[in-house]
């Protein structure tokens, strides 16, 4: 998706109430990749310091992550309902037990989104937009901007 277009899809997509589209909007706001997200556990997020460290278990390059959160996703991990028996961030329930996404969620909720004839973005893709807006718009460095 052209970054341009990134504020309309966000309107759209806040208007969505489902665990999926709170997850792929945290997935869009932190550039972060599917399996980071919905693995995400709340021990790894530092909400008073607005910070959230994956491990290095769940990183492509198998080094520990430190991202840096901006106001909205601190606000938006702190409106997601919290379960006793997970300390998942993202989580469905199935027979009243809370699970983890699928790798397929956010994804299937693009699906739904776009009309029959749009193409569908990909979760994946966002990482994209975010390096085109940060390259485009910003002055950062190149090396920050990809180790972002």
Known sequence: MAWADL????????AKTSTSA????FTIMSACRTVEVI????P??????????IPKERMKAKVEHRVALS????????????????????????ADKPRALSNMAMLELLR???AEDDPVPTVHGFRSTFRDWA?????????VVEHA
Do not use: C, N, Q, S
């Open 71 to 94: 106001p909205a996703a601190v606000e938006l991990l702190r409106a997601l309902p919290r379960h006793a028996d997970t300390d998942l961030v993202f989580y469905t329930l199935k």
């Open 135 to 143: 390259g485009e718009t910003t002055a950062h460095p190149r090396e």
């Open 7 to 14: 504020p309309a899809f966000m309107v759209e997509l806040r």
């Open 44 to 53: 790894e997020i530092d909400l008073d310091g607005a910070t959230w460290t």
């Open 112 to 114: 739904g989104m776009r």
């Open 22 to 25: 709170r997850a792929l909007e």
């Open 39 to 42: 693995g995400a556990r709340w």
